[in-house]
T-cell receptor, first 112, second 113 residues
Framework: KQEVTQIPAALSVPEGENLVLNCSFTDSAIYNLQWFRQDPGKGLTSLLLIQSSQREQTSGRLNASLDKSSGRSTLYIAASQPGDSATYLC???????????FGTGTRLQVFP | NAGVTQTPKFRILKIGQSMTLQCTQD?????MYWYRQDPGMGLKLIYYSVGAGITDKGEVPNGYNVSRSTTEDFPLRLELAAPSQTSVYFC????????????FGQGTRLTVV
């Protein structure tokens, strides 16, 4: 059974720092991995989707990498801003189910 | 383009009551999903649909029912509400079966007392 873990559960950093969020998964038979952002009381917004054949994806200050063989992904946020404060979730789409399996999220706070 | 719309945003139910959470998408997607999110937890899949007339169970289907009579609508029904169903419910609709972005509704916060 696929299990997705995110570390740390919470992170508080000063504005301007570069930071890394981690996601690990137990079964490497995946089609893709997605990173989502969730603001309090809101739905999820897709940030980046990395297909299993790709190593990384970039969007603005965000860079996500995927190491399928080791079951790991990282989300790198450059020059963090208070507006980046949110919960970040990763999810994998597994071969055997086609479903998105979510991690528990990392709650990020960036203070001025 | 509204994307995925959920109603209501908030609801308080008494134990044993029933209700339907509505989800509508205007993107003409075949795939639709219902998730629940408990505090500090990830999202758990309740039910999903790969097209009109086709539904299937996810990880945590007990206590829920769904129907998919049209491409646009995917309502989630709670027949006998229990405190364990207190959660935030999200409807999602990916644009395809695999390797596609998933669009989420704003969520319905349900409390059962």
């Amino acid at each position: 059974k696929q299990e997705v873990t995110q570390i740390p559960a919470a992170l508080s950093v000063p504005e301007g720092e570069n930071l890394v969020l981690n996601c690990s998964f137990t079964d490497s038979a995946i089609y893709n991995l997605q990173w989502f952002r969730q603001d309090p009381g809101k739905g999820l917004t897709s940030l980046l989707l990395i297909q299993s054949s790709q190593r990384e994806q970039t969007s603005g200050r965000l860079n996500a990498s995927l190491d399928k063989s080791s079951g790991r992904s990282t989300l790198y946020i450059a020059a963090s801003q208070p507006g980046d404060s949110a919960t970040y979730l990763c999810a994998v789409q597994s071969y055997n189910t086609d479903k998105l399996i979510f991690g528990t999220g990392t709650r990020l706070q960036v203070f001025p | 383009n509204a994307g995925v719309t959920q109603t209501p945003k908030f609801r308080i139910l008494k134990i044993g009551q029933s209700m339907t959470l509505q989800c509508t998408q205007d993107m003409n997607h075949n795939y639709m999903y219902w998730y629940r999110q408990d505090p500090g937890m990830g999202l758990k899949l309740i039910y999903y649909s790969v097209g009109a007339g086709i539904t299937d169970k996810g990880e945590v289907p007990n206590g829920y029912n769904v129907s998919r009579s049209t491409t646009e609508d995917f309502p989630l029904r709670l027949e006998l509400a229990a405190p364990s169903q207190t959660s935030v419910y999200f409807c999602a609709s990916p644009s395809g079966r695999r390797n596609t972005e998933a669009f989420f509704g704003q969520g319905t916060r349900l409390t059962v007392v």
